[in-house]
């Protein structure tokens, strides 16, 4: 394995490296396929371990809420294909954790035993693990995008509610060209971005921009009904 191309990393606003790849439901032609979605392309450690079971059943539980908001997921490891089909067939059959039960996986997870995708990912990262993906995510755009990544080392699992509302967030910047402050959620006031001038900031500040609340001259939000975010950004 060469170095450079273990720490090849994607880049926030660059386009999502392509590959093509086997998966528990047919061959994918990455992110090509997914133009038009949302996608969400996140990394495992390993089938058969307890903290990547724990995120398999929240994320699959919460897949219908990701397509309301046309976003398809797409997971990998680095183990192979009839690995993944016994491991899924295994949570289906037998894993209760959380009131959650007869779970089924039922969106892609890709085979990548020559770590190829992986280190397209930057997800083989040496400090924590030379045989194993971290647990990365990458939030991608309709357009082929990667608009977010977050990577988490293999002890932690990852918070998908959090995803969910990156995405949510994601969607509403792009909707309303805004940008959307600290533990942002629809029906919170978002920021505006800075007057293109001084006088034009003078004028916010001065309170003569209606629907604008200024803290100071670089700081201005305004609101926007909980109902508007998520008649744009949710399928009704
Ligand atoms: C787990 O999912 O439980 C796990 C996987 C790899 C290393 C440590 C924990």
Same mark, same amino acid.
């Given at each position: 394995?060469?170095?450079?191309?273990?720490?090849?990393? +994607?880049?926030?606003?660059?386009?999502?490296?392509?590959? &093509?790849?086997?998966?528990?439901?047919?061959?994918?032609?990455?992110?090509?396929?997914?133009?038009?979605?949302?996608?969400?392309?996140?990394?495992? +450690?390993?089938?058969?371990?307890?903290?990547?079971?724990?995120?398999?059943?929240?994320?699959?539980?919460?897949?219908?809420?990701?397509?309301?908001?046309?976003?398809?997921?797409?997971?990998?490891?680095?183990?192979?294909?009839?690995?993944?089909?016994?491991?899924?067939?295994?949570?289906?059959?037998?894993?209760?954790?959380?009131?959650?039960?007869?779970?089924?996986?039922?969106? +892609?997870?890709?085979?990548?035993?020559?770590?190829?995708?992986?280190?397209?990912?930057?997800?083989?990262?040496?400090?924590?693990?030379?045989?194993?993906?971290?647990?990365?995510?990458?939030?991608?755009d309709p357009k082929g995008?990667?608009?977010?990544?977050?990577?988490?080392?293999?002890?932690?699992?990852?918070?998908?509610?959090?995803?969910?509302?990156?995405?949510?967030?994601?969607?509403?910047?792009?909707?309303?060209?805004?940008?959307? +402050?600290?533990?942002?959620?629809?029906?919170?006031?978002?920021?505006?971005?800075? /007057?293109?001038?001084?006088?034009? /900031? &003078?004028?916010?500040?001065?309170?003569?921009?209606?629907?604008?609340?200024?803290?100071?001259?670089?700081?201005?939000? &305004?609101?926007?009904?909980?109902?508007?975010?998520?008649?744009?950004?949710? &399928?009704?």
């Amino acid at each position: 394995m060469e170095n450079n191309t273990i720490l090849s990393l +994607p880049r926030i606003g660059e386009k999502a490296p392509a590959f &093509k790849a086997v998966t528990t439901q047919g061959e994918i032609n990455f992110p090509e396929q997914y133009s038009g979605n949302w996608v969400i392309l996140f990394s495992h +450690p390993a089938d058969f371990t307890p903290v990547c079971t724990s995120e398999f059943m929240t994320f699959a539980s919460m897949e219908e809420q990701f397509e309301k908001a046309n976003c398809k997921l797409v997971g990998l490891s680095v183990d192979g294909l009839y690995s993944h089909i016994a491991w899924l067939r295994t949570i289906k059959e037998k894993i209760e954790y959380k009131g959650m039960k007869n779970i089924e996986v039922k969106f +892609p997870l890709i085979e990548d035993i020559t770590m190829e995708v992986a280190k397209k990912y930057g997800m083989i990262q040496p400090g924590e693990s030379n045989t194993k993906a971290v647990r990365a995510v990458f939030i991608i755009d309709p357009k082929g995008i990667v608009r977010a990544m977050i990577y988490y080392p293999l002890s932690l699992g990852r918070n998908f509610d959090e995803l969910y509302r990156a995405l949510i967030a994601l969607k509403t910047s792009d909707e309303f060209g805004v940008a959307t +402050p600290a533990d942002w959620r629809p029906g919170d006031d978002v920021i505006i971005s800075p /007057a293109g001038s001084c006088a034009a /900031a &003078k004028n916010r500040m001065d309170g003569k921009e209606s629907g604008l609340e200024c803290k100071d001259w670089f700081f201005c939000t &305004k609101k926007i009904a909980k109902e508007e975010v998520l008649k744009k950004v949710i &399928k009704q």
